[in-house]
């Protein structure tokens, strides 16, 4: 099993970055890759961005429009989420997830370990 601890999350005005990160421990040599969703009140949990743990590939739901970066260390088994142009659409809590498949990167269901979330507050 993967541990997962993310931190970052804040509030910060419209326009505003936010860098979000994500440790893992336990057995992380399981590991394909890692993603961010994020879950804002009364709405389902929505894919943000993936990274494979090996090549580095990675993977964005349409909506981010080049505003978000994702990247990992390897050698930390840290995921990062650069985030940039915030608006307060952005607001939710944000997840951080590992997942041992190399398959369907936006799909909740391929990820085995959950973080405990990291809240990302944009004021307008």
């Known amino acids: 099993q993967v541990q997962l601890v993310e931190s970052g999350g804040g509030l910060v005005h419209a326009g505003g970055s936010l860098r979000l990160s994500c440790a893992a421990s336990?057995?992380?040599?399981?590991?394909?890759?890692m993603g961010w969703f994020r879950q804002a009140p009364g709405k389902e949990r929505a894919f943000v961005a993936a990274?494979?743990?090996?090549?580095?590939?990675?993977w964005y739901g349409e909506f981010l429009k080049g505003r978000f970066t994702i990247s990992r260390d390897n050698a930390k088994n840290t995921m990062f989420l650069q985030m940039d142009r915030l608006s307060p659409k952005d607001t939710a809590m944000y997840y951080c997830?590992?997942?041992?498949?190399?398959?369907?990167?936006?799909?909740?269901?391929?990820?085995?370990?959950w973080g405990q979330g990291t809240q990302v507050t944009v004021s307008s």
């Open positions: 990274i494979s743990w090996s090549a580095g590939s990675t």
């Open positions: 336990g057995r992380t040599s399981s590991l394909a890759g």
């Open positions: 997830a590992a997942k041992s498949e190399d398959s369907l990167w936006s799909s909740t269901r391929m990820y085995n370990s």
